[in-house]
Every structure is written in structure tokens, then in C-alpha cells.
């Protein structure tokens, strides 16, 4: 009865089309171990997931990866999600996407474009996503997007080696014509996580950073939307676990496995039922794997009486998890955890080791 009181209709849908992409970028949310390319759902598996998450309740899908591009199929699976009644949008590293495919998408009905840009300066940019001419690229997609009539949203992950150009990154998207622009802080899971002492801001930068996003919004109040996701280990509260485990959203991996969250699989002994076996209104239901940390009844103390346990739902699970070894743990991003120091000091370790690529 819990559970089932707790549980919500899911809004979004993040459908990982592939994990194949042509960058390599250092703080990659994908998995260490990738999935296959003949492991990936067909194209009439992702039609039929995407009319039952209309069915479920679900607003919106994410049509996501690696780079959606890489699969040929991707302008039918987006039509079929629009056939749905999906709010499609297309979350892309703007390479792979030619200007055909572009258009092909704006006929199927496509929504809306997130492009990702590593830095405001094209070397830099390239760099990190260690693919040169992937910034020239990017702007080439973005201009035929704005060309279409396509909403555009520029995303800009953001860490030691470009958190002080957030003015010029703004000043990009405002130049591509973007009508949103989002300043992510990298998230240490997957290949950020292997990645952390090198992509670790520090308390002065993110302090700055804070400053700037303000700053810029008041200024460009009107013109462009500035969302900004926060460091989590340099923050006072964790953020909440994707809304809350089990509670909005729902995430499909390129073999059909569904995850409440992009970094569930970081948490062993985990059960995920696969869209291959079961409809995706059953998983949300009754998957174990949902059903884990539903609500907040299984943490522990100091969330059980904190007046924020339904706001943050005890923090990131998978972040809980990977610092203590306990996925029911309080978040270690909360300065009330017991485990609050192994966040301090690891945002206070900054090396100038070369990354680890993601290929």
C-alpha cells in the first residue's frame, strides 16, 4: 500500500537510442561498459515504448544516447513518438546530424533540439570532446535547427576548464539564436566519476560561476532562458534523486532495459525488467528496481525527521551509493550526512592528469 501510494504517473521518458557516439567526452553519464550495437532495440520495439509511455501518462520523450545519429532508423522513431503524442525532443551531440537528417526530423514532427557544446572557444571545445571539428559542427546544426523553426536549447557541461567562460558561453547561444541555454555542472557518475580530480571546479570558481549565472539572467531577462544545475559537491543540500526515485520519469537503455535514473545500473544487485518482456505501465508499477527506494520510508536518520525529506527524498541514490557503498545511505552532498567529509574532501583534490577518454 505504500508504494503504491507513493508512486506517481511518470512525465518524461529518456530513451537512450544507442550508446554509440563519436565523442569522447570525459564526464559522459553513459556506463563504463557500453552497450552493444546488435543489443539495441529495433526500430518497431521503440514505436510500441513510446505509445504505451503515452498511455502511461508520459508528456515528453527524450530521444537520446551516445548520439542518437548514429542510428539510421532515427527520423521513423522519432515520427513514431510524435504519432504518440509525444513532445519529442532531440538531444544530440550535433555531430552525425546531417542537414538532411535535420529536416527529415523537422518533417516527422520533431519538437525541439538540446545541442551540446563543450566550450565557448572552439579549441578548448574540441578538446574536451576529443573530436576536432566537432565545434564547427555544432554550430552548423544549430543554425539549421533556427533555420527550420526547431526550438533550440544549447547545453554547456560545465568543469574545471571552462567554468570561467560562462559569460561566453551565454553570449554563443545568444549568437545561435537559442531560446534556452542550460549550464550543467558535471554530475560525478560514469565517466566524470573516473574522471573527478580532473574535472573538479574549485570552491572559488563555483562561487563565480554562481555569481555569473545570476548576473546574466537579470541581464538577459526576456531574451533567453538560463537554467543552471548546480555542482552537487560544493552544494549545502543534495539535489532530489530525479524528483524523487520512481516518481516522474523513466529511462530506457539501448537493449530495452528501464531505469529509474540514467546512473541506476551503478547500483549492484539492482533487478531491471526489459521492455522486450513486459509493458512499460507493468515496469513503472512493479519493478523491483522502481520499487527500491520508493518514497522515503527506508532512509535513515538524519532524513527520517528532516522537514526536507520530501523535497530532496534523501538525495541522489546513486551518488549515495557509489561514495559510501550503501544505496539507502543519505546522500553525502548533504552537510547533515555522516559521510558529508568524503564530499569535502574530494572536491578539494584538483589534478591536471590527462582524461580518460570515453571510447
Same mark, same amino acid.
Given at each position: 500500500?505504500?508504494?503504491?501510494?507513493?508512486?506517481?504517473? *511518470?512525465?518524461?521518458?529518456?530513451?537512450?537510442?544507442?550508446?554509440?557516439? #563519436?565523442?569522447?567526452?570525459?564526464? /559522459?553519464?553513459? #556506463?563504463?561498459?557500453?552497450? $552493444?550495437?546488435?543489443?539495441?532495440?529495433?526500430?518497431?520495439?521503440?514505436?510500441?515504448?513510446?505509445?504505451?509511455?503515452?498511455?502511461?501518462?508520459?508528456?515528453?520523450?527524450?530521444?537520446?544516447?551516445?548520439? *542518437?545519429?548514429?542510428?539510421?532508423?532515427?527520423?521513423?522513431?522519432?515520427?513514431?513518438?510524435? $504519432?504518440?503524442?509525444?513532445?519529442?525532443?532531440?538531444?544530440?551531440?550535433?555531430?552525425?546530424?546531417?542537414?538532411?537528417?535535420?529536416?527529415?526530423?523537422?518533417?516527422?514532427?520533431?519538437?525541439?533540439?538540446?545541442?551540446?557544446?563543450?566550450?565557448?572557444?572552439?579549441?578548448?571545445?574540441?578538446?574536451?570532446?576529443?573530436?576536432?571539428?566537432?565545434?564547427?559542427?555544432?554550430?552548423?546544426?544549430?543554425?539549421?535547427?533556427?533555420?527550420?523553426?526547431?526550438?533550440?536549447?544549447?547545453?554547456?557541461?560545465?568543469?574545471?576548464?571552462?567554468?570561467?567562460?560562462?559569460?561566453?558561453?551565454?553570449?554563443?547561444?545568444?549568437?545561435?539564436?537559442?531560446?534556452?541555454?542550460?549550464?550543467?555542472?558535471?554530475?560525478?557518475?560514469?565517466?566524470?566519476?573516473?574522471?573527478?580530480?580532473?574535472?573538479?571546479?574549485?570552491?572559488?570558481?563555483?562561487?563565480?560561476?554562481?555569481?555569473?549565472?545570476?548576473?546574466?539572467?537579470?541581464?538577459?531577462?526576456?531574451?533567453?532562458?538560463?537554467?543552471?544545475?548546480? *555542482?552537487?559537491?560544493?552544494?549545502?543540500?543534495?539535489?532530489?534523486?530525479?524528483?524523487?526515485?520512481?516518481?516522474?520519469?523513466?529511462?530506457?537503455? #539501448?537493449?530495452?532495459?528501464?531505469? *529509474?535514473?540514467?546512473?541506476?545500473?551503478?547500483?549492484?544487485?539492482?533487478?531491471?525488467?526489459?521492455?522486450?518482456?513486459?509493458?512499460?505501465?507493468?515496469?513503472?508499477?512493479?519493478?523491483?528496481?522502481?520499487?527500491?527506494?520508493?518514497?522515503?520510508?527506508?532512509? #535513515?536518520?538524519? /532524513?527520517?525527521? /528532516?522537514?526536507?525529506?520530501?523535497?530532496?527524498?534523501?538525495?541522489?541514490? /546513486?551518488?549515495?551509493?557509489?561514495?559510501?557503498?550503501?544505496?539507502?545511505?543519505?546522500?553525502?552532498?548533504?552537510?547533515?550526512?555522516?559521510?558529508?567529509?568524503?564530499?569535502?574532501?574530494?572536491?578539494?583534490?584538483?589534478?591536471?592528469?590527462?582524461?580518460?577518454?570515453? $571510447?
Amino acid at each position: 500500500m505504500a508504494q503504491a501510494r507513493n508512486r506517481t504517473k *511518470p512525465l518524461g521518458l529518456l530513451a537512450e537510442l544507442t550508446h554509440r557516439c #563519436p565523442l569522447g567526452c570525459p564526464y /559522459c553519464s553513459n #556506463p563504463l561498459t557500453l552497450e $552493444r550495437r546488435e543489443d539495441e532495440l529495433d526500430t518497431a520495439t521503440w514505436a510500441r515504448v513510446c505509445l504505451e509511455a503515452a498511455e502511461l501518462g508520459v508528456l515528453q520523450v527524450h530521444l537520446s544516447g551516445g548520439e *542518437p545519429g548514429s542510428r539510421r532508423d532515427l527520423v521513423e522513431i522519432a515520427a513514431s513518438a510524435r $504519432r504518440a503524442g509525444l513532445y519529442t525532443n532531440l538531444i544530440t551531440s550535433g555531430v552525425g546530424i546531417t542537414a538532411r537528417t535535420m529536416r527529415d526530423l523537422w518533417e516527422a514532427g520533431l519538437d525541439h533540439v538540446q545541442l551540446s557544446i563543450q566550450d565557448s572557444d572552439a579549441v578548448s571545445a574540441d578538446h574536451i570532446a576529443g573530436y576536432k571539428g566537432a565545434f564547427q559542427r555544432k554550430h552548423a546544426l544549430a543554425t539549421e535547427a533556427v533555420r527550420l523553426g526547431l526550438m533550440l536549447t544549447i547545453n554547456f557541461v560545465v568543469h574545471r576548464a571552462n567554468v570561467d567562460r560562462i559569460i561566453e558561453m551565454v553570449d554563443l547561444a545568444l549568437a545561435l539564436k537559442a531560446s534556452r541555454i542550460e549550464i550543467a555542472h558535471v554530475q560525478y557518475y560514469g565517466w566524470a566519476l573516473k574522471n573527478r580530480s580532473a574535472l573538479m571546479p574549485t570552491r572559488e570558481q563555483v562561487d563565480r560561476a554562481v555569481t555569473s549565472v545570476e548576473d546574466l539572467r537579470r541581464k538577459h531577462q526576456g531574451r533567453i532562458v538560463i537554467d543552471a544545475v548546480l *555542482p552537487d559537491y560544493h552544494a549545502r543540500f543534495p539535489k532530489p534523486c530525479v524528483g524523487g526515485w520512481g516518481r516522474r520519469s523513466l529511462n530506457v537503455t #539501448p537493449s530495452g532495459k528501464v531505469l *529509474p535514473c540514467h546512473a541506476a545500473e551503478s547500483i549492484p544487485d539492482l533487478e531491471f525488467w526489459n521492455v522486450r518482456d513486459r509493458s512499460l505501465a507493468d515496469i513503472w508499477a512493479s519493478s523491483p528496481a522502481f520499487n527500491a527506494f520508493r518514497g522515503t520510508a527506508y532512509l #535513515p536518520e538524519p /532524513c527520517t525527521s /528532516c522537514e526536507r525529506r520530501e523535497i530532496d527524498f534523501g538525495g541522489c541514490r /546513486c551518488q549515495a551509493f557509489l561514495l559510501t557503498g550503501d544505496g539507502r545511505a543519505t546522500d553525502p552532498v548533504c552537510h547533515l550526512s555522516p559521510d558529508h567529509d568524503l564530499v569535502a574532501k574530494a572536491a578539494e583534490i584538483h589534478t591536471d592528469a590527462p582524461y580518460h577518454y570515453r $571510447r
